[in-house]
């Protein structure tokens, strides 16, 4: 008798054990929460307890996807709504126009009959927003490097808010600070240039004074902080692994920024670029203070002269009749172009380059 297995209290008239509620399966219980909608049982609501009942989490959910999707489309009508103003008013003062827009290097709106063209406005902006990223990228990547890889955390920080604070000075204050007191080194550096190495067209003869090439470096200035920043936070997201797997391979720290750091940052860093190009193609104030208000293409960047299409628009709008305030509205409509192309080029890169990133990461 003590050796005969005791049956289950709760046994049925055929001898078969009967399940109580507490040991129902698992499976069976979720499936009568789920019937029951109890958000307290498993699978009864998001989350399995004190979540949100199904039809209310999705209703927020679409609630979420229409107010993201409203955002982004309120960005391309703005865009469109530009665009749309942009070429209104300029189409009037363009069929005024008795002069190629393209390539007429004047700028005589006001005149009976008007004459302007974008030629050599639009080649001084380009101009000199290259030359300004070809003077301050190296440099911004240098710093970026060298604050994320060499230099002490504590020293790294610092240094870091401090080169971040040129971004907070007003480009009124660069070109005016460029105009009154760096002209003169600048002016210095032209005539060194011409005389050494003269027989480069581009360092060609003066006078010298305001210039492409004070704009240019006043330009470099102000584009620097923002390239160091977004490239200095690059490359400190590249992966702890990849960094150490070429250390632990042999690779010297040089070694192991090129081969691990610059190319997981390279999509970074052209954004970077091109939103620094994107600042120093639509910057105003500074050029106009910076450069001369000649109309002429020259690639001569040391002679006193330049000009660029935010500069002339801050210079001339104030004495334009409207023919000219349309002639500048077009030539704005020229820059507004520009840099939708410059942008969308940036996209592209990225955009091609995303592979590899995601593989890294």
């Known amino acids: ?12 008239t055929g001898g078969t054990p009967v399940a109580t509620s507490h040991e129902r399966p698992a499976g069976a219980s979720a499936r009568v929460a789920e019937r029951s909608g109890n958000p307290g049982r498993p699978d009864g609501g998001l989350g399995g307890g004190g979540g949100l009942p199904r039809a209310r989490a999705f209703g927020a959910e679409r609630a979420f996807r229409g107010l993201t999707l409203a955002a982004g489309s309120t960005v391309l009508i703005v865009i469109a709504a530009i665009a749309i103003f942009l070429i209104a008013k300029a189409v009037p003062a363009l069929r005024a126009n008795t002069e190629s827009f393209w390539t007429f290097e004047g700028w005589f709106p006001n005149d009976n009959p008007p004459k302007f063209g974008i030629g050599a406005l639009a080649f001084g902006t380009v101009l000199s927003s290259l030359l300004a990223l070809l003077v301050a990228v190296p440099v911004a990547l240098g710093i970026a490097l060298y ?5 002490p955390r504590r020293l790294g920080n610092s240094l870091g808010f401090l080169i971040d604070l040129l ?12 105009r009154d007191y760096f002209a003169g080194p600048v002016a210095d550096l032209s005539a060194w240039l011409n005389k050494y190495f003269g027989w480069i067209p581009i360092f060609g003869e003066g006078p010298y004074g305001s210039s492409i090439l004070l704009g240019s470096v006043v330009l470099a200035i102000m584009v620097l902080p923002i390239v160091t920043s977004l490239s200095r936070e690059v490359f400190r997201q590249t992966p702890t692994a990849n960094e150490e797997a070429a250390l ?11 081969t691990a750091v ?15 190009l994107g600042r120093a193609l639509g910057e105003t104030i500074a050029l106009a203070l910076t450069l001369g208000s000649t109309y002429a293409i020259s690639f001569n960047i040391l002679e006193a002269g330049g000009n660029s299409i935010a500069a002339n628009i801050a210079n001339r709008f104030g004495e334009a009749n409207d023919t000219g305030r349309g002639a ?3 030539s704005g409509l020229v820059l507004f172009a520009i840099t939708l192309i410059v942008n969308i080029t940036a996209r592209a890169i990225i955009y091609r380059r995303r592979e590899f990133t995601e593989s890294a990461a």
């Not at 008798?1 to 049925?12: E, V």
């Not at 632990?248 to 090129?258: D, F, K, P, Q, S």
């Not at 940052?265 to 939103?275: C, E, F, K, T």
């Open 248 to 258: 632990a391979l042999g690779a010297t720290r040089w070694e192991m920024i090129r």
């Open 1 to 12: 008798m003590g050796d005969t297995p005791q049956r289950s209290a709760h046994a049925g």
């Open 328 to 330: 500048l509205i077009a």
């Open 147 to 151: 604050l994320s890889h060499y230099a």
């Open 167 to 178: 971004a907070a000075v007003p480009s009124v204050v660069f070109g005016l600070w460029g």
């Open 262 to 276: 610059l190319p997981y940052g390279r999509p970074g860093v052209i954004a970077a670029v091109m939103l620094g």
